[in-house]
């Protein structure tokens, strides 16, 4: 495993958009492996595959409950509302408030290429909407509430 160096805002791959994985070899293996290590070592919640240049559809998240990986991840149901402050390791030194949905329902696949859905409240949904708008080349910094920049 390896420490990534994690891109801030500004560079051209955070805006752009991540193609599908459909390689569930030891290359993704060692891409999770390493951006897992990444977020802890930058004390994060989650990092998405752009963050570190890779543009595929890929994002790990822990909440403080065990890491979640989660590959072509998909927002399939998602309800209510909730808005909070937001930072992001690739945006230094600025929070802002987001509305997120208060539950979503996501399809993706794990490491090896099964399928899995997952259901997500609060801090953890927002989170993983964070990181899939990271996979839609979407930084947060679009979403802070009007006056809030």
């Given at each position: 495993?390896?420490?990534?160096?994690?891109?801030?805002?500004?560079?051209p791959v955070?805006?752009k958009k991540s193609?599908?994985?459909?390689?569930?070899?030891?290359?993704l293996?060692?891409?999770?492996?390493?951006m897992a290590?990444?977020?802890?070592?930058e004390?994060?919640?989650?990092?998405?595959?752009?963050?570190?240049g890779?543009?595929?559809?890929?994002?790990?998240?822990?909440?403080?409950e065990?890491?979640?990986?989660?590959i072509?991840?998909a927002?399939?149901e998602?309800?209510?509302?909730?808005?909070?402050?937001?930072?992001?390791?690739s945006?230094?030194?600025?929070?802002?408030?987001?509305?997120?949905?208060?539950y979503?329902k996501?399809?993706?696949?794990?490491?090896?290429g099964?399928s899995l859905?997952?259901?997500?409240?609060?801090?953890?949904a927002?989170?993983?909407?964070?990181?899939?708008?990271h996979?839609?080349?979407?930084?947060?910094?679009?979403?802070v509430e009007?006056?809030?920049k």
């Open positions: 495993m390896a420490i990534r160096n994690v891109l801030k805002m500004g560079d955070l805006n193609k599908t994985v459909t390689d569930f070899n030891e290359r293996h060692t891409l999770l492996d390493d290590e990444t977020m802890y070592a004390d994060g919640v989650g990092l998405a595959a752009p963050q570190v890779i543009l595929r559809r890929v994002l790990v998240v822990d909440i403080g065990g890491l979640i990986e989660l072509n991840p927002i399939i998602s309800t209510g509302e909730q808005t909070d402050i937001e930072g992001c390791l945006v230094q030194d600025f929070v802002g408030k987001v509305t997120r949905p208060q979503v996501i399809q993706a696949q794990n490491r090896y099964q859905v997952i259901e997500a409240e609060d801090f953890l927002r989170a993983f909407c964070h990181e899939i708008d996979l839609e080349g979407i930084l947060f910094v679009e979403r009007k006056g809030e």
